[in-house]
């Protein structure tokens, strides 16, 4: 295949072209490039378990998919990221720039989230108050003194 074919008009000429071999990599098929690259391979499962999904009537086939990779192991992180944000992501429409700032997000999130928990540890601030200063929810941060009050509260 040219790469030129997916984007010639017609009678027009490529200055520069690039041939490459394209592979059928579904897991049935069982190839052997699926078993160099992990990440190949996971992709084949998905999308073994979304045709699947599909061939069971499964309303959301890709939610389907996702549940039974993570159940697996299979890339169990990213498809736990994957089902926290827009599916529209797992058919292309989203980039590796919309990733990292996916991931940056999350990232701040997390210091968010660790900056509240030492806040109600060591000081007698109000949840209110911490809530607004990390800029969570007032409800993500009560929920996080709850858990903290019940690893603190001494077993009998």
């Known amino acids: 295949m040219n790469l030129s074919d997916s984007f ?16 059928n990599i579904n ?4 190839h ?10 996971a992709y084949a499962k998905f ?11 499964k309303a959301d086939s ?4 996702l549940d039974r990779c993570i159940a697996e192991n299979i890339l169990a992180d990213y ?6 944000e ?6 292309g429409e989203y980039s590796w720039e919309d990733d990292a700032e996916v991931m940056r997000q999350e990232a701040a999130e997390d210091k968010a989230i660790e900056t509240a928990k030492n806040l109600l540890k060591e000081t007698d601030l ?19 003194a709850e858990e903290i009050r019940a690893q603190t509260v001494p077993a009998n």
Do not use: H, W
Not at 8 to 23: F, I, T
Not at 86 to 91: A, S, T, Y
């Open 32 to 41: 052997p490039i699926l078993l160099k690259s992990l990440a190949l391979s």
């Open 79 to 84: 498809f736990e990221r994957l089902k926290r």
């Open 47 to 57: 999308t073994e378990y979304v045709r699947i999904g599909e061939s069971k009537g």
């Open 86 to 91: 827009d599916r529209g992501m797992i058919f």
């Open 126 to 144: 109000p949840v209110e108050k911490i809530a607004q200063c990390c800029t969570l929810s007032l409800a993500k941060v009560t929920e996080l």
């Open 62 to 65: 890709v939610g389907y998919a």
């Open 27 to 30: 897991e049935k098929d069982n």
């Open 8 to 23: 010639k008009e017609a009678g027009s000429k490529a200055n520069l072209d690039l041939k490459v071999k394209v592979y």
